[in-house]
């Protein structure tokens, strides 16, 4: 999970349901149907994936306050619903209220105009949270957050209601997660954030708050929930066994980190038009040398010193996040339920593929960089083993070490990156004729499915 992983909806539901923040104010960079088409692997995938249903839900709805928290996920993060939707089902309801519970507590902390000028408001909510809301069925929140995120506050009783009757292992870690996260949400509240966090050890500690803690809580709930054992649990929260340098924890922390970094880079200029933005000014001000400003990176001209400086601050923060990727190697590694492998793993692959998308482009300074709709697809339907996710990270690591530019000042920290990612993974490199074969098989289940689906 990160507080800012969510995919949009359709654009009918945008047009009925605003968005908090930026979103949507400014361009996507999306890749057209022909582009799409060129992939044709991808298509085979997406249509096995259309026709065949996608990832089975284990969901058990069976009254109105736990159909509403479903339907809430679906609104507020699709990209998180499915993955969410098919773990086991002693696990499935336990992570989704845990996810609805920090949704709102993000929305609390990212509306910049419910609380006016009186901050002392919006830091008390977010301080008690854990012991006003999630303690009394009846607590509901109105005029904070937009769309749906809005209607997930002024209903929120219901996920309350099916929070009190999840196990007392899960509620304690539901609770001191979300404690935690708000207590570190207030420390930002009154910090001056236009021109992004100040240090890199802020910037951690920041991801550390709404993602890193949502790695814990998570890895608590695995084995709460009686899916991973005690032994997991331990490893993954050994403060000492993460290589990456970020000092907020063990590999759990690594995987919340990892998420978060990668959307932060990628909105850049939404954050920034927002007024709320999270690039360490520590990293940014050694390339924002004309105006001193965050904001210099924004829609440079072509080919322009302003341009390659910004992409070398880009391509910094990149390199940064790129550190993380062997801690989080290691923690798929001690999964051992096939679900909540396939949970964890999905959107590991999928912040490396947006890395990649992101890496030396200029278009992150003129809108938001999304990763081909196809790919996701695809990335999804095989991100069931150790070998799978490798063979993604290795593919990545390999096109982003190709594009280093020789003359980038961090290239060198940027080739370790890569090649850190490469020697992990190099034993699942894909071949050329595994590649051929899979295209053969996604095509001949698709066509299976497809008739299937007809009859």
């Known amino acids: 999970f990160s507080s800012r992983g969510a995919m949009s909806s359709s654009p009918a539901r945008e047009a009925q349901l605003k968005k908090q923040g930026a979103y949507g104010k400014v361009k996507t960079h999306s890749e057209g149907k022909l582009a799409q088409l060129m992939h044709v692997d991808e298509v085979a995938y997406a249509l096995y994936y259309k026709v065949s249903g996608g990832l089975v839900s284990k969901l058990s709805v069976n009254d109105d306050d736990t159909r509403f928290c479903d339907d809430k996920l679906g609104a507020v993060s699709r990209s998180f619903a499915a993955v969410i939707r098919q773990l086991p089902e002693k696990c499935c309801l336990d992570v989704l209220i845990f996810y609805l519970v920090l949704r709102a507590l993000d929305t609390v902390e990212d509306d910049m105009e419910a609380f006016g000028k009186d901050s002392a408001v919006k830091i008390n909510h977010l301080r008690t949270f854990y012991r006003v809301a999630l303690e009394d069925p009846s607590w509901s929140m109105d005029g904070v957050g937009e769309?749906?995120?809005?209607?997930?506050?002024?209903?929120f009783s219901k996920c309350v209601r099916v929070y009190q009757r999840l196990t007392p292992a899960s509620k304690a870690v539901i609770s001191d997660v979300t404690k935690r996260m708000g207590e570190g949400m207030a420390d930002f509240v009154d910090k001056d954030l236009g021109e992004g966090t100040q240090t890199v050890d802020e910037y951690n500690r920041y991801c550390y708050y709404v993602a890193g803690l949502v790695g814990e809580g998570l890895t608590r709930l695995f084995h709460a929930c009686g899916y991973e054992s005690a032994e997991f649990e331990k490893g993954a929260l050994d403060p000492s066994r993460p290589i990456a340098t970020h000092k907020q924890g063990g590999l759990d922390k690594s995987m919340g980190l990892f998420l978060q970094k990668t959307n932060i880079i990628r909105d850049y200029?939404?954050?920034?038009?927002?007024g709320r933005a999270f690039w360490p000014k520590?990293?940014?001000?050694?390339?924002?040398?004309e105006t001193k400003s965050l904001g210099e990176f924004a829609h440079p001209a072509p080919?322009?010193?302003e341009e390659a400086r910004s992409?070398?601050?880009?391509?910094?923060?990149?390199?940064?996040?790129?550190?993380l990727v062997p801690d989080c190697i290691s923690y798929m590694k001690m999964l051992t339920h096939q679900d909540i492998f396939r949970f964890c793993a999905?959107?590991?692959?999928?912040?490396?593929?947006?890395?990649?998308?992101v890496f030396n482009n200029p278009q992150v300074f003129t809108g938001v960089v999304k990763v081909r709709k196809g790919l996701a697809v695809k990335m999804i339907m095989t991100c069931d083993s150790q070998a799978g996710i490798e063979s993604w990270f290795y593919q990545f690591a390999v096109a982003m070490r190709s594009r280093v530019p020789a003359s980038d000042p961090n290239r060198k920290r940027t080739l370790a990156a890569c090649d850190a990612i490469i020697d992990l993974t190099k034993r699942n490199a894909p071949s050329q004729v595994i590649t051929?074969?899979?295209v053969l098989i996604a095509f001949v289940a698709a066509v299976f499915a497809y008739m299937q689906f007809m009859l």
């Open 147 to 155: 769309g749906d995120e809005k209607e997930l506050l002024q209903q």
């Open 269 to 274: 200029l939404e954050d920034y038009v927002d």
């Open 282 to 289: 520590e990293v940014w001000s050694i390339y924002a040398t």
């Open 303 to 305: 080919g322009s010193p």
């Open 311 to 323: 992409l070398a601050c880009l391509n910094h923060l990149v390199t940064d996040a790129l550190e």
């Open 346 to 357: 999905i959107p590991q692959v999928m912040a490396i593929a947006t890395l990649d998308k």
């Open 436 to 438: 051929m074969l899979t």
